[in-house]
């Protein structure tokens, strides 16, 4: 997959923009803030719906201007796609408006595998050290663009879970009785099976894919990276029947709580090298590169699952990595159109772009 064109009508920090990057690799260079991850960020709406880095749309929309609008045209194995994303600062206007080859969709879960993209970003330092909800949104992410029926079980879990702790509250408040709690347990059980299978498969496959990644990137034989599915149905061989008898076991304590203790909802991932946990020792170099091996092995598992490459974007990506891993790491790239920001072209040393733009106050220059 690669990009034939990316348009940008009042996005952000652009006005207008229309780009046609190479199928190699297009570096966006530009002092802090000039408007470099915007591109990146440009691309990943349209992939999976939503920014990287904020939850409130209205901040896409460039100062000033009451809509936004961004569009990019793929050329796939099978074809030519084309997404759109338009975005509106009115409240009482609809807050977003999707369209897949001139066509409205009315759901996000329809965007998914029509455009897909694997994206590195500073935060991403995060999943290594922040809390669970990070990384299960990591492996949420990669799922979801796998295939859209994860991404529907997974809203299908989360209805039955916002249903099943307002009850919770209910029974505290003596409007209803626990017993009640029996047709929930059981939807949330259901709706439990496929996400929890689906996260043990990736994770397993992960685990491999990103060792080898690490190692190549890493240069050091005696670092083995790894990571482990953690919660209550990681190792479940039948998480419905497992759930329903951990939610019977705690049902007390849900009670007393008012919250559902037990179920995917409370999964994460540990991280470790040397079968150590990363967060307890490693250094900011060690827990970058392994973020950028979960990475490139999220691309190795998407092309697997739908058999071509994912765009690959990678947003100051070069700045606090040591000379012998940028090199190594952009030796891995080849062959994936990849996006990438930097404020310094010699942070590229033993790197061969395809293309190089500078970006200044939301403007771009060959």
Known sequence: MY??????HDFRSYRQVLLTPPRGTTVFVGENGAGKTNLLE???LCCLGRSHRTANDKEMIRTGADTCAVQVRVQREDGVDTVGVRLFAA???KRKLLHINGKAASRTGELMGHVTCVMFSPEDIELMRGAPQGRRRFLDMLLSQCGAGYYYALQSYNGALKQRNALLHAISRGEAQPSQLDVWDEQLCQAAAPVVRARQYAVSSLCQLAREH??????RDNEVFALRY????AESAEPADDLRRLLQARRQEDLRRITTTAGPHRDDLLLTLGEQDMRAFASQGQMRTAVLALRLGEVDLLTRRQGETPLLLLDDVLSELDAGRRTRLLSRIHGIQTLLTCTDLSDLTGG???????VKLGEITE
Not at 3 to 8: N, P
Not at 230 to 233: A, E, S, V, Y
């Open 3 to 8: 990009i034939q064109s990316l348009r940008l």
């Open 42 to 44: 440009a691309v990943h």
């Open 91 to 93: 409240p009482e206007k």
């Open 214 to 219: 690490y190692a190549h990137i890493g240069g």
């Open 230 to 233: 953690t919660g209550h149905l």
């Open 352 to 358: 061969q772009p395809d293309a190089v733009l500078h």
